[in-house]
């Protein structure tokens, strides 16, 4: 008998622990050269936890969603709807557990939040940012039609520069027409449970 799917729903304010958690084992994975270790592995999880307890519990013009694999938490896409003109939704945070990549959980992230964007706004693009030295990151950007951008330097988290190492890159993706992310979207099952 097959496993049982991903079930994906739009997150509650009782999710921030749980959402917290996902996101620091990702940035603890990942960051690694861009953050400073000190930051990673000492202050990132009450960060946090703190930052997604203040976004959860306030969600006005953000989407947030997320991907759950027999009651864990396996996947999230934090999305702020009106950032910019010109690119329109942002994704702030795509992170998926590590031991599930690669089952089409980050595509259908992706997925529900162009639904997500485009039901918000019609004519809105959506962008992310990726570290230049995640180029696995890149790549599954890319391949989902992702055209880079531009290329910034890395805000620190919380203002505070001493969390940086050094003056680490990223590149902008984005996509203009985010229809094209619902082509697998609209391949399986894609809406969300309450």
Same mark, same amino acid.
């Given at each position: ?13 009782? %999710? ?8 620091? %084992? ?8 861009? !953050?400073? %270790?000190?930051?990673?592995?000492? @202050?990132?999880?009450? !960060? ?33 709807? =009106?950032?910019?003109?010109?690119? /329109?939704?942002?994704? +702030?945070?795509?992170? *998926? ?19 997500? *964007? ?5 004519? &809105?693009?959506? !962008? ?12 599954? !950007?890319?391949?989902?039609?992702? @055209?880079? $951008?531009?290329? /910034? +330097?890395?805000?620190?988290?919380? /203002? ?5 190492? /050094? ?6 993706? $984005? ?8 082509? %697998?979207? =609209?391949?399986? &099952? ?5």
């Amino acid at each position: 008998m097959p496993a049982p799917a991903p079930r994906f729903r739009s997150a509650r304010a009782e %999710d921030a622990p749980a959402v917290a958690g996902l996101h620091a %084992d990702s940035w603890q994975r990942h960051y690694r050269g861009a !953050y400073a %270790d000190t930051f990673l592995d000492d @202050e990132a999880p009450a !960060y946090l936890a703190r930052m997604w307890t203040e976004r959860l519990a306030a969600p006005a013009d953000t989407r947030t969603i997320l991907a759950e694999h027999d009651g864990e938490l396996v996947g999230l896409a934090h999305t702020f709807l =009106d950032n910019d003109p010109r690119w /329109g939704a942002l994704v +702030d945070n795509l992170h *998926v557990r590590h031991t599930v990549k690669r089952q089409g959980i980050g595509t259908r992230l992706l997925a529900l939040t162009a639904a997500a *964007v485009l039901r918000w706004s019609p004519t &809105s693009g959506l !962008y992310l940012w990726v570290l230049e030295q995640n180029a696995t990151a890149q790549a599954f !950007y890319a391949a989902r039609g992702g @055209e880079r $951008a531009g290329r /910034g +330097d890395v805000p620190a988290p919380g /203002g505070d520069v001493a969390r940086l190492n /050094g003056k680490p890159a990223c590149f902008r993706f $984005a996509w203009r027409a985010p229809s094209s992310l619902l082509v %697998d979207h =609209d391949r399986r &099952s894609g809406s969300l449970n309450a």
